[in-house]
């Protein structure tokens, strides 16, 4: 009797003990079990210690020295040598460069003008890939449309032939000034197209801008195939609207414009890659990444060198500080995203197969201002563990996770099952300077830089750092 109760008493405490362990384990989560101490020394170096300001005298140093950097350019070579160098500098492994075919438009010099009811310059940026007008350019009356349903009209009256087409596309940017963007951007990617279709000799785009001092913001353009090329180019707001503030009061405007634009045969560029390797499972991997390319205005210092800097500087953290995780950590520096995510692809292409390897695909391509959170997609256990990584970002006042993460570049890795991450940050000013010339390190300040690069850091290296890859 004394045997049995025995028995049953012990048998009752290994059950208390399985369930105590159960629970350490549910409560341990699937984050290293130091995570948030690990984290707050990244964020701590970063936002506090010697990192502080690292992040924004890289960036201000590639883009003061390199300059804008366009798809073909010597310009965008140099910033490749440059950053092989760099990342060599900074320890990391693997570095090298991975050769992509990629376009090679060059702008040349181009100008626009009003010449009727009055002379003045117009500020115009032509587009990629468009024609060049020739020598002695391209001068007539001018139809200001709204949309592309007023163009047809307009074309079925017969008044279109022959006449320069300007766009004066309507979106409430006050209200919407990021969605605004991929409402419009219809009008720069086919208004040659359609403009040459109702037999214009021209086209120009009123700017994708939230705001605008006279300034226009430039991005990449393709003709139809059934269609005669037509020279195409953008002009700021104000110019765009003076003109279908004449065309209401029953006046004609006549418009000369000049670009000596042409396409060149491709060129080679390069994805730069570098790497701080895993200790336990270096094959498999997070990537970090931002496009290293930019248009040929102001300095690409947010379009999107922030974005290849801060991705370079997760991994310059990690090392400055001691800190490898289980996996490896890959910084790529995409070639050519801004004529349709090329070097992003035929990375894609050519590593495929490493797919099921790849915990974490991330891209910062829309910003890097003050961090909100993180933008992700994966499966519901995929977010149900990223909600725990967002909660490391409190110290950051970070901590939001919402449905997003996919961008030009990352964004092929979703096709394989690849959780896919980028990150979200106050950037309703974004499309101020977005392609023009105002995209420079004036956009930025040294202390916005610290936080979101330590909200990159903390993101990626706490995944890199996990026990397990993300789920599927």
């Not at 460069?97 to 003008?113: C, K, M, S």
Request: net charge negative; proline share 5%; aromatic share 8%.
């Amino acid at each position: 009797h004394t045997s049995a109760a025995r028995t049953s008493k012990l048998t009752k405490m290994r059950g208390v003990f399985v369930l105590a362990a159960l629970v350490c384990v549910a409560m341990a989560g699937p984050l290293d079990p130091d995570a948030e101490q690990k984290a707050n020394r990244i964020i701590d170096f970063l936002v506090h210690g010697v990192g502080s300001g690292q992040a924004y005298n890289k960036l201000a140093e590639f883009v003061d020295t390199v300059g804008a950097r366009v798809s073909g350019s010597q310009a965008l070579v140099n910033a490749e040598n440059y950053m092989l160098s760099a990342l060599a500098a900074d320890g990391l492994s693997n570095v090298h460069g991975e050769n992509v075919l990629i376009p090679n438009w060059v702008r040349g010099n181009e100008n626009a003008e009003l010449v009727y009811p009055r002379a003045k310059p117009i500020a115009m940026l032509g587009l990629g890939w468009s024609v060049g007008t020739g020598p002695d350019g391209v001068q007539g009356e001018v139809i200001v449309v709204t949309t592309f349903d007023e163009l047809k009209a307009a074309a079925a009256q017969n008044r279109t032939q022959g006449k320069i087409v300007v766009y004066n596309q309507y979106c409430d940017w006050a209200n919407r000034p990021t969605d605004c963007y991929g409402d419009t951007v219809v009008y720069r990617a086919e208004g040659a197209t359609q403009a040459s279709r109702a037999g214009a000799k021209a086209a120009l785009i009123r700017s994708l801008a939230a705001f605008s001092i006279d300034s226009p913001h430039t991005g990449v353009q393709e003709y139809a195939s059934d269609v005669d090329p037509i020279p195409v180019a953008c002009i700021s707001i104000e110019d765009a609207e003076l003109l279908a503030r004449f065309q209401a009061r029953g006046i004609t405007p006549v418009v000369k414009l000049y670009m000596e634009a042409q396409t060149l045969p491709d060129a080679t560029g390069r994805n730069i890659v570098g790497e701080l390797l895993g200790y336990e499972h270096p094959e498999q991997v997070v990537i970090v990444s931002g496009h290293l390319d930019s248009w040929d205005v102001g300095q690409g210092a947010m379009d999107d060198g922030g974005g290849a800097v801060l991705a370079w500087q997760v991994l310059s953290t990690l090392r400055q500080i001691g800190l490898r995780p289980r996996r490896t950590l890959r910084v790529i520096m995409w070639s050519c995203e801004e004529f349709g995510g090329i070097g992003s692809q035929q990375y894609f292409d050519e590593h495929k197969a490493e797919g099921v390897n790849i915990s974490l695909a991330m891209e910062s391509d829309m910003g890097t201002f003050l961090p909100q959170g993180i933008l992700f997609t994966g499966s519901d256990a995929a977010t149900a563990v990223m909600q725990q990584v967002a909660a490391l970002l409190a110290p950051l006042n970070a901590t939001r996770l919402s449905p997003g993460g996919g961008e030009e570049d990352n964004g092929p890795w979703g096709e394989v099952g690849v959780p896919l991450g980028s990150l979200d940050t106050a950037n309703e000013k974004y499309f101020y300077f977005h392609h023009s010339h105002g995209d420079t390190m004036t956009v930025y300040t040294p202390s916005e830089l610290d936080l979101t690069a330590a909200l990159y850091a903390v993101t990626a290296f706490t995944v890199a750092d996990m026990p397990d890859m993300l789920p599927r």
